[in-house]
């Protein structure tokens, strides 16, 4: 469930682009509106204001923001203003790149999203950047890593419930099987997770604990330091229980000494329009803390201010 | 004594001709059950039309047909009639496939190709390179509908070997369609090919997770970029050094890059005398799902590798309704 909150009664988007118009201008920025007004508008919304603005102002509402604000507050504006096709293309190609570089990104989007998700951002991808985003992921990753991420990008999968026990058993017997001779980066395990349903997937790891006593993801703790079986287990948990997989990230996200604000802005603003209620109580489950409050002992200012609205707290 | 004569000379000279009429009969039944499709119209008029002698000499003639039983009667030869059945058949799925929609088309091609046919992954590679970005995407959807499974979990599961890795990542492209080209990035990957070539004997170039990559996830452009630049890097043309290297590679180039030339062979090969069902089914497969293509252009490259006209090749080929589908398709306007 989202927890983006809108309020009863939107003003229509001319009106919208207007108070942001205003908010621009003068000395400084009146950073307060623009979150009064963004952060509480859903995608299709926030895609009317920014036609419309472009319309009676000539320019991009981003480039305006990109003007006005900074740091870590206007990486979050631009983000969640962004169409969520259109974000996920973007951080997806933020990935690839030399130094902001992050499979976990890559493996993120393709494993959370649905299929039909998905693949509006190949789509939005093919816009903005001119290549597909297979090309650009396998150009830039290798071994292992390419093996797992490409096919992981280019999924298309059936999104239907249906379920195949007698398959269940007998991919769950080959993963523990591969696993157990230390081949993980097996074609196999590759293929079963690539390809199946996240419902097929959902039987076949249920079937495995039941049959094999363990977790799935018990067996791939082998090496705590192997950054391969880490997206493996990471791979695992997006594509059967996601929001344990969020709040681990922010968990990290909130405990580093410092912040990673990048992957808090990214969990924040690619959630809020999704399952941000289910994260918060899982988060709150796990930590015995409301994530609002450890988002507030962990930053400041407008940033903290724009991830508290979108997450839900306060007001419309 | 002479008007007899004349009277036998008569008979035997009306026979003659009936003879002449008979044998030209059998030939025209003959011609009416070879080839691609069946002529009806002819077997209605001259079969139907038949007395039972007629029938009998037909039996007794046709010994590719009919066979001496021992009981001393002429047997249809079981095997010939499930051939057959086949041609008869024909017409009615050129059709089927003909009125339907072409995503169910393409994902109805691909499930025949995994699960009825061993190997066939030629249609596989076919679908998947010479269909636009948005074709394959629904190609993919539609095999949603129909399977309850995506294409690439059954591709997956149904082929393998080396072939798994390429024919997977070529059903799951989604490639740009844009014509913008890095001229560097595919002097390089041209290298990279001729490079896995060149170790063909070592290692084959489909294993190759450069060739894989490049093939599987670059646009149609850029392939074609790669092929002008094969030519400066390692002297020759890349479809001489890949004619040598592995069949699937071969096929994955030209279905990607020269499509045209890839469906003309295809349907040539589907015409000849010795094709086997398999690659008889490519005619239909062919005119039907390039029709409102690029059948024009096919015809064209088809005229210029061969010598002769396409359509010209099909009414020497092909009968009856079969016949008639196929070349009212190939000369719309």
């Given amino acids: 469930m989202a927890t983006l909150k809108v309020p009863a009664h939107v003003p229509p988007p001319s009106e919208d682009a207007e108070q942001l118009h205003k908010a621009f201008q003068g000395w400084g920025t009146n950073e307060s509106l623009i979150i009064s007004i963004l952060a509480h508008r859903n995608a299709p919304q926030r895609n009317l204001i920014r036609q419309t603005y472009a319309e009676a102002y000539g320019e991009d509402l981003l480039i305006a923001l990109d003007k006005e604000l900074s740091s870590d507050f206007e990486r979050s504006v631009l983000l969640w203003t962004l169409d969520p096709a259109e974000r996920d293309a973007y951080l997806a190609n933020e990935a690839t790149k030399k130094f902001t570089s992050s499979n976990w990104v890559l493996m993120e989007i393709a494993c959370t999203r649905s299929s039909v998700e998905l693949f509006k951002v190949r789509q939005a991808y093919h816009a903005r950047y001119k290549r597909s985003i297979e090309e650009d992921v396998a150009y830039h990753t290798t071994g292992d890593f390419r093996k797992l991420l490409v096919p992981l990008v280019s999924a298309f999968r059936y999104e239907g419930q249906e379920v195949n026990l007698t398959l269940a058993k007998s991919e769950a017997k080959i993963l523990h099987e591969k696993i157990s001779n230390k081949a993980y980066n097996d074609d196999e395990i590759i293929r079963i997770l690539s390809t199946r349903s996240k419902a097929q997937l959902n039987a076949t790891l249920n079937h495995y604990n039941n049959t094999f006593g363990n977790a799935i993801n018990k067996n791939l703790k082998v090496d705590p330091k192997d950054e391969f079986l880490k997206l493996l287990r990471a791979t695992i948990k997006c594509l059967t229980c996601p929001e344990k997989y969020f709040e681990n990230v922010l968990r990290l996200a909130i405990n580093k000494l410092g912040t990673d604000e990048w992957a808090l802005t990214r969990v924040v603003t690619t959630r809020a329009e999704v399952d941000m209620q289910r994260i918060k109580e899982e988060y709150h489950r796990r930590n015995s803390v409301p994530l609002d409050r450890a988002i507030s002992g962990d930053t400041s200012g407008d940033y903290e201010k724009m991830l508290l609205a979108l997450i839900g707290h306060g007001d419309a | ?333």
């Avoid at chain 2, 139907?48 to 002429?74: C, N, Y």
């Avoid at chain 2, 890095?182 to 997770?209: H, Q, R, V």
């Avoid at chain 2, 090969?269 to 252009?297: P, Q």
Wanted: hydrophobic share 40%; glycine share 4%.
């Fill in chain 2, 1 to 333: 004594m002479r008007e007899s004569q004349h009277h036998i000379f008569l008979l035997a000279a009306k026979h003659k001709k009936e003879d002449m009429a008979h044998l030209q009969e059998l030939e025209a039944l003959t011609k009416a059950l070879s080839g691609l499709g069946i002529d009806e119209k002819s077997l209605i008029s001259i079969l139907g039309k038949s007395d039972p002698a007629r029938r009998t000499t037909f039996r007794q003639r046709s010994t590719h047909f009919f066979i001496e039983d021992e009981r001393s009667f002429e047997r249809w030869d079981d095997h010939r009639i499930n051939l057959l059945r086949l041609e008869f058949v024909r017409f009615e799925n050129a059709l089927v496939l003909w009125a339907m929609h072409p995503w169910e088309r393409d994902a109805r091609l691909v499930h025949e190709a995994l699960t009825l046919v061993p190997q066939s992954y030629r249609v596989i590679l076919e679908i998947a390179c010479t269909r636009s970005s948005e074709e394959l995407l629904g190609a993919r959807k539609a095999y949603h509908s129909l399977y309850d499974h995506s294409i690439e979990e059954d591709v997956a599961i149904h082929v393998t070997g080396s072939e798994r890795k390429l024919l997977v990542a070529l059903v799951s492209a989604y490639r740009y369609e844009g014509p913008k080209v890095s001229e560097d990035a595919a002097k390089s990957e041209a290298k990279l090919i001729a490079k896995a070539i060149k170790n063909g004997d070592k290692k084959n170039p489909i294993d190759d997770d450069e060739v894989i990559r490049i093939l599987t996830t670059r646009s149609k452009p850029h392939l074609k970029a790669i092929y002008k630049h094969y030519k400066e890097v390692s002297g020759k043309n890349i479809n001489e050094d890949i004619e040598a290297a592995d069949f699937i590679l071969k096929e994955t180039a030209e279905c990607l890059c020269n499509p045209h030339a890839y469906f003309s062979k295809v349907v040539d090969e589907a015409i000849r005398n010795d094709a086997d069902h398999n690659t008889k089914k490519a005619l239909t497969r062919v005119i039907v799902t390039r029709a409102d293509v690029d059948l024009k252009e096919i015809k064209e490259e088809y005229n210029s590798l061969y010598g002769v006209p396409l359509t010209q090749k099909i009414d020497d080929n092909a009968n009856g309704n079969y016949k008639d589908l196929l070349l009212a398709l190939m000369t719309r306007d």
